[in-house]
């Protein structure tokens, strides 16, 4: 009988899978996929040459997860590539505000009317990103708080909603780049703790940087895996889990998969029937004869590019797509790989995605409007395009199955379902099969290419065994 048998090889299975067999467990880990990857994964979308990352690109969590900065990943091919800038939000004017990985450059670029705020802001947090992440990527109880009175006092900040924060800012260029990093969970602005989004996403780069992985996010799939076999673990792919029963005998299951799946697989009935699935991402791959002809400078050295001139335009666009309506003008975010990493495309070509949120399952085609709304911050972007992959909600939900109606985020990352996740519940991983754990995204601390579900989940389950053995 083997100790622990993981269900889906992404990057919170894989990490699950190697904090177990860390611990000299024998560990296996079964994917769906022929290769592993879910949200993690490089692959030819549009022309030969031209390496994709279907999901996520840039992984400002990844680089300063503790679950990750635990694990000698770059003895397996891990490597982190640093743009010159991780971040640039273009306005009609032709300038931009930068997230740079200085608080003072990145201050100045709101203007002096906000530039002492923001760096006021930041200051009791800078060079506490190891506790504070540790810290709060490690709620609610799998680790007692290394320092309870910083994880408060960026309570005191990050709780309230985003009008909150943004009150303390006098021109829209300073809340329109923190409305555009709130809205990366994909929901509407101003709910519980959208705040401390903005803040985290604000903080991991000027503490780490927003890195991407030489030759994509597939290697850090591809590291986690060839560590986990190192340890003696295994994985299989191409083996799709269907009943608890297709699995070999386990002391202990973990799933990385949706709570819904899990609740099929694992025969759970409607232990999850309150789980709420958020709005949807319609995103496009493209191969481009060049790089992307940006008015402003900034965005020429960025990896990131938002792309939402007020913070009005986001929110309007977020509170449209989380209430089933198709936003006129999209908030887009965007990457390019290819500007720190020629391994990604053919010499002097790029590889370039960009994503707008949508209503989840919705079935139309976002493609002009997106397009439409990059031209206006690079005339002539279309003249560029040698070939494009196009996946709205339901092919990205084909392509992951974690994905339920596109939704990237495994869950609706609003409300309480934001901070209690996939209920409320003081153990978030345990379901009531005293075997069977939850290490996906759905769980605590939610979306991101990080691990860090995985890690706590692993620990819950390690806790188990150990309590069964004790008996």
């Not at 005293?434 to 389950?461: D, E, I």
Request: contains cysteine; proline residues 8%; charged residues 20%.
């Amino acid at each position: 009988m083997l100790d622990a048998v993981v269900v889906g090889a992404g990057p919170n299975g894989l990490t699950a899978a190697v904090e177990l067999a860390r611990r000299g467990l024998r560990v296996e880990v079964f994917e769906a996929k022929d290769t592993v990857g879910g949200g993690a994964r490089t692959e030819e979308l549009t022309l030969p040459g031209f390496r994709h990352d279907p999901c996520s690109a840039v992984h400002p969590l990844g680089i300063g997860s503790p679950a990750f900065r635990n694990m000698p990943l770059d003895r397996y091919g891990l490597e982190w590539l640093h743009p010159e800038l991780p971040m640039a939000h273009p306005f009609d004017d032709g300038t931009a505000a930068v997230l740079s990985r200085s608080v003072a450059e990145t201050a100045a670029s709101f203007g002096p009317r906000d530039a002492g705020t923001y760096r006021r802001l930041l200051a009791p947090f800078l060079g506490k990103w190891d506790v504070l992440a540790r810290d709060f990527m490690s709620l609610p109880l799998t680790a007692l708080p290394r320092d309870p009175i910083g994880l408060a006092r960026f309570g005191t900040v990050g709780l309230p909603p985003y009008s909150w924060l943004m009150r303390r800012f006098r021109d829209d260029r300073a809340r329109a780049l923190m409305a555009g990093l709130v809205a990366h969970v994909i929901a509407p602005l101003n709910g519980l703790a959208t705040g401390g989004v903005g803040m985290l996403f604000a903080l991991a780069a000027h503490e780490n940087g927003w890195p991407l992985p030489r030759g994509g996010s597939q290697s850090i799939s591809d590291a986690l895996t060839a560590y986990l076999r190192d340890l003696g673990g295994a994985v299989h792919t191409g083996f799709e889990v269907k009943r608890l029963d297709d699995l070999p005998p386990a002391r202990t299951y973990l799933f990385d998969t949706s709570p819904t799946a899990l609740a099929r697989i694992a025969g759970l009935g409607r232990a999850y029937d309150g789980y709420k699935y958020g709005a949807a991402v319609f995103k496009i791959d493209y191969a481009l004869d060049g790089p992307v002809p940006w008015t402003a400078k900034e965005p020429r050295l960025a990896g990131t590019v938002q792309i939402g001139p007020s913070s009005r335009d986001i929110g309007t666009a977020l509170s449209q797509a989380s209430g089933g309506t198709a936003p006129d003008t999209p908030f887009l975010i965007t990457a390019q790989p290819s500007l720190v990493d020629p391994s990604r495309a053919p010499e002097g070509k790029h590889v370039f995605w960009a994503y707008g949120h949508v209503p989840n399952g919705w079935e139309g085609d976002f493609t002009d409007a997106i397009e439409r709304q990059i031209e206006r911050f690079a005339p002539g972007f279309r003249d560029r395009i040698l070939a494009r992959a196009t996946a709205g909600p339901p092919q990205l939900a084909e392509r992951n199955a974690n994905y339920v109606g596109g939704d990237i985020a495994c869950g609706a990352a609003r409300g309480i379902q934001l901070l209690l996740r996939p209920k409320i519940s003081l153990f978030p991983y345990a379901t009531r099969h005293p075997s069977v754990f939850l290490c996906s995204s759905a769980a605590w601390p939610g979306p991101g290419v990080h691990g860090m579900s995985g890690h706590n989940a692993a620990k819950a389950a390690w806790r188990a065994l150990r309590k069964a053995d004790q008996r």
